[in-house]
């Protein structure tokens, strides 16, 4: 994914737009198809972002509950998912958490930068707790396991073929590393965007890999044995493993740490490992800033039934509507908890599969339509992406070349990176929209794939019925490629103007 990130962050610094990624998209594809794969990205984007939003809500609310499991409380029904009082619990508290978000958004936008911070700091609070004092509590209390379990130990609880089976745990790794995308949704109002916006694709993929990697290392050797994890009941299991490891009284001091964080710092991974921990990206209120830029953008170019409406800013430039429209999204698709919580996965589980499958589509699209063209891209594949990745300056000459000519010979480096990208999300694709456990019945059906074909129908639909001169007329994509990444790349392709 950190490839990814850097074949993103090339040509995010070319065209840094919000709802930057259907324009990367239209531009990848060139003149011919830029207005089909536009509007496909469009609302693929659309459906993942404002999905994220009620996941991580629910995702929080799961924390919460299952501190009802650490202390012995009775629910009426029992705590079990088959229970509609539990489900309808588990339905207001995520509404009101996903109103809380929605309602921090409506703070001064002053104030993000200090609300940032702090959840940057609390973030690092809660990593170092865990790398320090949750290894100490499992020393004290139930061991660690072994270095032979945890790097060579498998377990299949699918039913799958024995590779496909180790094939299904991309699910939740690949799902960590997706959302980087967040910073070129706001490039349009971040300073030097050609620069920064790619930075901050390319140094949150970087960070959440490395710090992923350490916090999934610690806590295979953190966790009870097999027998005990698959038994424990809360909703969220390492509340349990908090409270197992360092004791009851702590670990409501660790569930509310990772409460906040989810809060105000979350990203979108499974919920059965610390999603506070696996952090950086995106955050629920945070992801409500990117994911309002990103619907605005796609409302003012006029991709979205009532397009007027949401593309309308208040007076100091914010895309409110468009945080209403996110929260209302949100507030309808929680309520699929009440039914059937599998409803509800299975629409938490597509929202991951149109953010992949975007990434490998530009990946893609580079590849076969447009490899040798952005080449004035400030964080261009190569030693010009090294050199503004670390600030370094000079040399601009050499790297502006991108490792070759200027058109196209010796782009070797690059054209890897694009395939690579390409395949990697392919699979990832293909695993987010495979049933999880065999053999496939109703009860387990993985309806991702009947949710992203119907979404890519109306984005279809939308591309057919939109007149072309609307939105993303032929002249705008042209002069977008001519500019090759100039500083006049984002007026060129903004869409319709």
Same mark, same amino acid.
């Given at each position: 994914?950190?490839?990814?990130?850097?074949?993103?962050?090339?040509?995010?610094?070319?065209?840094?737009?919000?709802?930057?990624?259907?324009?990367?998209?239209?531009?990848?594809?060139?003149?011919?198809?830029?207005?089909?794969?536009?509007?496909? !990205?469009?609302?693929?984007?659309?459906?993942?972002?404002?999905?994220?939003?009620?996941?991580?809500?629910?995702?929080?609310?799961?924390?919460?509950?299952?501190?009802?499991? /650490?202390?012995? /409380?009775?629910?009426?029904?029992?705590?079990?998912?088959?229970?509609? *009082?539990?489900?309808?619990?588990?339905?207001?508290?995520?509404?009101?958490?996903?109103?809380?978000?929605?309602?921090?958004?409506?703070? $001064?936008? *002053?104030?993000?930068?200090?609300?940032?911070?702090?959840?940057?700091?609390?973030?690092?609070?809660?990593?170092?707790?865990?790398?320090?004092?949750?290894?100490?509590?499992?020393?004290?209390?139930?061991?660690?396991?072994?270095?032979?379990? !945890?790097? &060579?130990?498998?377990?299949?609880?699918?039913?799958? $073929?024995?590779?496909?089976?180790?094939?299904?745990?991309?699910?939740?790794?690949?799902? %960590?590393?997706?959302?980087?995308?967040?910073?070129? =949704?706001?490039?349009?109002?971040?300073?030097?965007?050609?620069?920064?916006?790619? *930075?901050?694709?390319?140094?949150?993929?970087?960070? &959440?890999?490395?710090?992923?990697?350490?916090?999934?290392?610690?806590?295979?050797?953190?966790? $009870?044995?097999?027998?005990?994890?698959?038994?424990?009941?809360?909703?969220?299991?390492?509340?349990?493993?908090?409270?197992?490891?360092?004791?009851?009284?702590?670990?409501?001091?660790?569930?509310?740490?990772?409460?906040?964080?989810?809060?105000?710092? =979350?990203?979108?991974?499974?919920?059965?490992?610390?999603?506070?921990?696996?952090?950086?990206?995106?955050? %629920?209120?945070?992801?409500?800033?990117?994911?309002?830029?990103?619907?605005?953008?796609?409302?003012?170019?006029?991709?979205?039934?009532?397009?007027?409406?949401?593309?309308?800013?208040?007076?100091?430039?914010?895309?409110?509507?468009?945080?209403?429209?996110?929260?209302?999204?949100?507030?309808?698709?929680?309520?699929?908890?009440?039914?059937? %919580?599998?409803?509800?996965?299975?629409?938490?589980?597509?929202?991951?599969?149109?953010?992949?499958?975007?990434?490998?589509?530009?990946?893609?699209?580079?590849?076969?339509?447009?490899?040798?063209?952005?080449?004035?891209?400030?964080?261009?594949?190569? *030693?010009?992406?090294?050199?503004?990745?670390?600030?370094?300056?000079?040399?601009?000459?050499?790297?502006?070349?991108?490792?070759?000519?200027?058109?196209?010979?010796?782009?070797?480096?690059?054209?890897?990176?694009?395939?690579?990208?390409?395949?990697?999300?392919?699979?990832? /694709?293909?695993?987010?929209?495979?049933?999880?456990?065999?053999?496939?019945?109703?009860?387990?059906?993985?309806?991702?794939?009947?949710?992203?074909?119907? !979404?890519?129908?109306?984005?279809?639909?939308?591309?057919?019925?939109?007149?072309?001169?609307?939105?993303?007329?032929?002249?705008?994509?042209?002069?977008?490629?001519?500019?090759?990444?100039?500083?006049?790349?984002?007026?060129?392709?903004?869409?319709?103007?």
């Amino acid at each position: 994914m950190t490839i990814t990130a850097a074949v993103l962050a090339e040509i995010c610094s070319a065209l840094p737009l919000s709802g930057s990624i259907y324009i990367w998209a239209a531009e990848s594809a060139g003149p011919k198809y830029a207005r089909f794969f536009g509007f496909v !990205v469009a609302w693929w984007s659309c459906t993942a972002w404002m999905t994220f939003t009620a996941s991580n809500c629910q995702t929080t609310a799961n924390y919460i509950v299952s501190q009802l499991v /650490v202390w012995d /409380v009775s629910f009426p029904g029992g705590i079990s998912s088959s229970n509609v *009082k539990w489900r309808a619990f588990i339905w207001a508290v995520s509404e009101a958490l996903l109103l809380l978000s929605v309602l921090i958004n409506r703070l $001064p936008p *002053k104030w993000y930068s200090m609300v940032f911070k702090f959840s940057v700091g609390l973030m690092m609070l809660d990593f170092f707790l865990c790398v320090i004092w949750l290894p100490i509590g499992v020393s004290r209390t139930y061991g660690f396991r072994s270095a032979g379990e !945890v790097f &060579t130990g498998t377990y299949n609880g699918t039913g799958a $073929p024995p590779a496909w089976n180790w094939i299904l745990s991309f699910l939740f790794t690949a799902g %960590t590393m997706t959302g980087f995308d967040a910073s070129g =949704h706001i490039a349009e109002e971040t300073k030097n965007a050609s620069i920064v916006a790619g *930075k901050g694709i390319l140094t949150s993929a970087i960070a &959440t890999g490395v710090l992923g990697f350490i916090t999934t290392i610690l806590f295979l050797f953190c966790t $009870p044995d097999l027998d005990t994890l698959f038994a424990l009941e809360a909703p969220q299991p390492f509340v349990q493993i908090y409270a197992m490891a360092l004791g009851k009284g702590p670990s409501v001091f660790m569930t509310i740490i990772a409460v906040i964080g989810l809060i105000l710092f =979350h990203e979108n991974v499974d919920e059965n490992v610390d999603v506070a921990l696996c952090y950086l990206v995106q955050n %629920t209120s945070i992801a409500i800033v990117a994911a309002s830029r990103l619907i605005f953008a796609v409302a003012r170019d006029g991709v979205l039934p009532m397009s007027s409406w949401i593309g309308t800013v208040t007076p100091n430039g914010q895309p409110q509507n468009a945080v209403t429209v996110i929260y209302i999204f949100g507030a309808i698709l929680l309520c699929t908890i009440l039914p059937s %919580t599998v409803a509800f996965t299975s629409l938490v589980s597509a929202g991951a599969v149109p953010t992949i499958a975007a990434y490998g589509l530009i990946a893609l699209l580079r590849l076969v339509m447009t490899p040798d063209r952005f080449l004035g891209s400030k964080m261009l594949l190569g *030693k010009r992406m090294v050199r503004a990745l670390f600030g370094w300056t000079g040399g601009e000459g050499e790297a502006g070349r991108g490792g070759g000519g200027r058109r196209g010979g010796g782009r070797w480096l690059a054209k890897l990176c694009y395939l690579s990208a390409a395949v990697f999300n392919a699979l990832i /694709v293909a695993v987010d929209v495979s049933p999880f456990f065999f053999p496939v019945d109703a009860e387990n059906f993985n309806f991702a794939c009947v949710i992203f074909g119907a !979404v890519t129908i109306f984005g279809v639909l939308s591309w057919w019925f939109t007149p072309e001169e609307k939105w993303l007329r032929r002249e705008v994509v042209l002069k977008a490629l001519e500019s090759d990444g100039d500083e006049n790349a984002d007026e060129n392709a903004a869409a319709g103007n």
